[in-house]
């Protein structure tokens, strides 16, 4: 869940820094929350592009979103979208180096 504001402009939502290489990721979304997805499940048999073992941590995946049980708890941003009505939703990811 994200304390910031989700109407109009995409607030900052998440920063990862990779202190190694200097490179930065920036997150912002109109959404009202991130899910998180780690490699935990990853064993070292799936082979990239390069013919490297993708391992546990190797990589990870922010997925914006409304909140997984949003249609049965009220007190949470509806996702109802009766017909007609446009769902709109504007996430950017920003990189760079530090």
Do not use: I, W
Request: with cysteine.
């Amino acid at each position: 869940m994200l304390n910031a504001p989700t109407a109009g402009s995409p607030a900052l939502a998440a920063r990862l820094h990779d202190p190694k290489t200097g490179r930065v990721m920036e997150l912002s979304t109109t959404e009202p929350g991130v899910q998180f997805y780690a490699g935990n499940g990853l064993d070292g048999t799936l082979l990239g592009s390069s013919r490297k073992t993708y391992r546990q941590s190797d990589g990870l995946c922010l997925e914006t979103q409304h909140f997984p049980d949003s249609p049965n708890r009220p007190e949470f941003p509806s996702t109802v979208l009766r017909p007609g009505e446009t769902f709109q939703s504007t996430t950017v990811h920003r990189f760079s180096v530090a």
